[in-house]
């Protein structure tokens, strides 16, 4: 496994996309219950610093992704710099190029309704040998016998990759509390609103916007009401400054598990 830098409480493995995904195809040919992957972004990690009960829900995953530019700038301020940012989005598609060349099998779980059967299309439009054993949308309740229903659903499916895309937390916390009752699942995804950028019902960011760390200001002119969410960077990398300033990062440790 590759190593952890430790952003504000929150440990991020230091990897790269092709990084990523290895371990992701290691995952599901192995034995044992299912491996989450979490995908923080500077808005996540700026949540479990005002919310600390965040932190052990964050940091339980297998593999913790950087997957927004802030937390890679966040690296740097703080000198101990992350190779690059990975996006989940990004780490999702290659996922499914793995199920195309392998055979593995994935469930979509997530999104309005309609819209994973619109990703799943999509996606095999690329990817025509590609895995897709079911979908199932993420309007239900998130525990008792909506969930047990879900449950059911996705094993009587088989799959071995399970896409959750329900939003962060709700995601994360749902795969820690349920993934022991997914008998065949061997890795679960947490990709937020990955779906609607696959079905092509949100347009992704230009690939110049991408490279020059400006998504999240494409999401902006896109779609200005998101403005209170975007200004949770600017804050989180103001607190990041303030942190290193204050010589406090020097003790910084992962929050929210055991030592």
Same mark, same amino acid.
């Given at each position: 496994?590759?190593?952890?830098?430790?952003?504000?409480?929150?440990?991020?493995?230091?990897?790269? !996309?092709?990084?990523?995904?290895?371990?992701?195809?290691?995952?599901?040919?192995?034995?044992?219950?299912?491996?989450?992957?979490?995908?923080?972004?500077?808005?996540?990690?700026?949540?479990?610093?005002?919310?600390?009960? =965040?932190?052990?829900?964050?940091?339980?995953?297998?593999?913790?992704?950087?997957?927004?530019?802030?937390?890679?700038?966040?690296?740097?301020? !703080?000198?101990?710099? =992350?190779?690059?940012?990975?996006?989940?989005?990004?780490?999702?598609?290659?996922?499914?190029?793995?199920?195309?060349?392998?055979?593995?099998?994935?469930? &979509?779980?997530?999104?309005?309704?309609?819209?994973?059967?619109?990703?799943?299309?999509?996606? &095999?439009?690329?990817?025509?040998?590609?895995?897709?054993?079911?979908?199932?949308?993420?309007?239900?309740?998130?525990?008792?016998?909506?969930?047990?229903?879900?449950?059911?659903?996705?094993?009587?499916?088989?799959?071995?990759? &399970?896409?959750?895309?329900?939003?962060?937390?709700?995601?994360?916390?749902?795969?820690?509390?349920?993934?022991?009752? !997914?008998?065949?699942?061997?890795?679960?995804?947490? &990709?937020?609103?990955?779906?609607?950028?696959?079905?092509?019902?949100?347009?992704?960011?230009?690939?110049?916007?991408?490279?020059?760390?400006?998504?999240?200001?494409?999401? !902006?002119?896109?779609?200005?009401?998101?403005?209170?969410?975007?200004?949770?960077?600017?804050?989180?990398?103001?607190?990041?400054?303030?942190?290193?300033?204050?010589?406090?990062?020097?003790?910084?440790?992962?929050?929210?598990?055991?030592?």
């Amino acid at each position: 496994m590759q190593e952890k830098i430790i952003i504000r409480g929150v440990g991020v493995n230091n990897v790269t !996309l092709t990084e990523a995904a290895e371990i992701c195809k290691e995952f599901v040919e192995s034995n044992g219950k299912p491996r989450a992957v979490f995908t923080p972004n500077s808005e996540i990690i700026q949540a479990c610093v005002e919310d600390e009960t =965040l932190y052990p829900v964050i940091n339980a995953a297998d593999l913790v992704i950087p997957d927004g530019i802030g937390v890679v700038y966040a690296s740097k301020i !703080l000198k101990r710099p =992350l190779k690059t940012k990975c996006a989940g989005y990004e780490l999702g598609l290659e996922i499914v190029k793995y199920s195309n060349e392998s055979g593995a099998k994935i469930f &979509l779980l997530g999104g309005k309704p309609g819209i994973a059967e619109m990703a799943r299309d999509k996606l &095999l439009e690329t990817y025509p040998n590609a895995k897709f054993v079911g979908t199932n949308d993420g309007y239900f309740k998130k525990a008792g016998e909506e969930t047990d229903a879900v449950i059911e659903k996705i094993n009587a499916a088989a799959p071995d990759i &399970l896409y959750v895309c329900l939003g962060v937390p709700v995601q994360e916390k749902w795969i820690l509390a349920n993934r022991d009752k !997914l008998t065949s699942v061997k890795l679960c995804l947490a &990709l937020g609103g990955s779906l609607d950028g696959y079905s092509g019902n949100v347009k992704r960011a230009p690939k110049i916007f991408i490279k020059l760390g400006l998504e999240w200001f494409y999401r !902006l002119i896109c779609q200005p009401w998101r403005i209170g969410r975007m200004m949770k960077l600017p804050k989180f990398l103001f607190g990041v400054i303030l942190f290193k300033l204050s010589g406090k990062h020097k003790n910084d440790t992962l929050k929210g598990i055991p030592q």
